[in-house]
T-cell receptor
Framework: AQRVTQPEKLLSVFKGAPVELKCNYS??????LFWYVQYSRQRLQLLLR??SRESIKGFTADLNKGETSFHLKKPFAQEEDSAMYYC???????????????FGTGTRLLVSP | ETGVTQTPRHLVMGMTNKKSLKCEQH?????MYWYKQSAKKPLELMFV???????ENNSVPSRFSPECPNSSHLFLHLHTLQPEDSALYLC??????????????FGPGTRLTVL
């Protein structure tokens, strides 16, 4: 089965502190992983994908196949980072060959001044 | 408005009504998606269209019927819904589905309440 677990519903940090949003996945094949973000009163949007190995808004995420994790990290949190963050996994193909994207339940990040 | 738009933003309907949700994208993307977001549940993929052809139906009940007349428009026709179908319905788009990964841009959603 294909599953994404975000163990923390809420993560609260102070401005300037390091942030790590946890994401663990369950998938027997070779996964593609993503982070999505939803700021207050804004729509959901793609933040980054592991195949791009990119850093967006100071956030990075490394795929650790041994630990089946894809944690999102930022060394110094900013107040504007406060948002809902969703981890997602693409791997299992449907009957048409399309790769389904499975989302976690999300973690709300609150960055206080 | 640019990006992905959805209408209506809010919809209240009875179980015997027939209504449609509309999604429009102005990004030149080839793939469009319908997702359902229920309270305290992860986003659930419902349908995917690539180049106006349905490429995925994620075991969605037949009371939900998608339609993609062209690559810029996507509809979700609703009939004889149940109260448990009340949720936020999100439309999304991407340049290409499947191999390239998931949706890139989401619409604001339609908040559906079934009485």
């Amino acid at each position: 089965a294909q599953r994404v677990t975000q163990p923390e519903k809420l993560l609260s940090v102070f401005k300037g502190a390091p942030v790590e949003l946890k994401c663990n996945y369950s998938y027997s094949g070779s996964p593609e992983l993503f982070w999505y973000v939803q700021y207050s009163r804004q729509r959901l949007q793609l933040l980054l994908r592991h195949i791009s190995r990119e850093s967006i808004k100071g956030f990075t995420a490394d795929l650790n196949k041994g630990e089946t994790s894809f944690h999102l990290k930022k060394p110094f949190a900013q107040e504007e980072d406060s948002a809902m963050y969703y981890c997602a996994l693409s791997g299992l193909r449907g009957n048409t060959g399309f790769q389904k994207l499975v989302f976690g339940t999300g973690t709300r990040l609150l960055v206080s001044p | 408005e640019t990006g992905v738009t959805q209408t209506p933003r809010h919809l209240v309907m009875g179980m015997t009504n027939k209504k449609s949700l509309k999604c429009e994208q102005h990004l030149g993307h080839n793939a469009m998606y319908w997702y359902k977001q229920s309270a305290k549940k992860p986003l659930e993929l419902m349908f995917v269209y690539s180049l106006e052809e349905r490429v995925e139906n994620n075991s969605v009940p037949s009371r939900f019927s998608p339609e993609c007349p062209n690559s810029s428009h996507l509809f979700l026709h609703l009939h004889t819904l149940q109260p448990e179908d009340s949720a936020l319905y999100l439309c999304a788009s991407s340049q290409a589905p499947g191999l390239a990964g998931g949706p890139e841009f989401f619409g604001p959603g339609t908040r559906l309440t079934v009485l």
